[in-house]
């Protein structure tokens, strides 16, 4: 049976793609499971989107060529490349609930849901752009961050900003 062209140019991807991450690799190669893995993520992200990936788990998971290290590097692409892949508003919205539940035991869905919901409503109600969110989150919330003792108090202390934001 013949490929078709978008499946050729799949294929093809996917050998370059390979070959560029067992390029960082000494001695270790691929399995076919996690070639699958790649073939989907090709349907998601673009070769170039990925290649970047790569480069970036490379330079922070590979130091001394271990089996220990190459599986890390493998386990971040998918992840480098979603959040790659990702709006800056996005990216801002998920850095600040990581470092929310880095500081706090919160539920993650929770987290992301307050201040998307804060983003939201600068947007929604105040008029603000994606570049104007993202210097409030960085310089008006994230700095409130540190000054609660607990989750409870953070959530109440946003959930009243957004209060006065909704007017």
């Known amino acids: 049976m013949k490929k078709n062209k978008k499946e050729e140019e799949l294929e093809y991807n996917l050998e370059v793609l390979v070959e560029k991450i067992e390029d960082n690799m000494i001695n270790y190669s691929i399995n076919k499971h996690y070639k699958r893995t790649l073939?989907?993520?090709l349907k998601k992200h673009s070769l170039q989107e990925l290649i970047d990936a790569v480069d970036i788990s490379a330079e922070n998971y590979i130091y001394d060529d271990t089996v220990e290290e190459y599986e890390e590097y493998l386990s971040k692409i998918k992840g480098i490349a979603y959040v790659n892949s990702m709006s800056d508003l996005d990216k801002e919205i998920n850095y600040i609930t990581n470092y929310i539940l880095h500081?706090?035991?919160?539920?993650?869905?929770?987290?992301?849901?307050?201040?998307?919901?804060?983003?939201?409503?600068?947007?929604?109600?105040?008029?603000?752009?994606?570049?104007?969110?993202?210097k409030d989150l960085k310089e008006e919330l994230k700095p409130q961050i540190s000054k609660h003792n607990r989750y409870y108090y953070l959530e109440e202390f946003i959930d009243g900003w957004i209060k006065q934001i909704k007017g």
């Open 103 to 134: 500081i706090f035991n919160a539920k993650k869905w929770e987290v992301k849901n307050l201040i998307k919901e804060y983003a939201y409503s600068l947007r929604n109600h105040w008029g603000y752009d994606d570049e104007q969110i993202i």
């Open 39 to 41: 073939k989907n993520l």
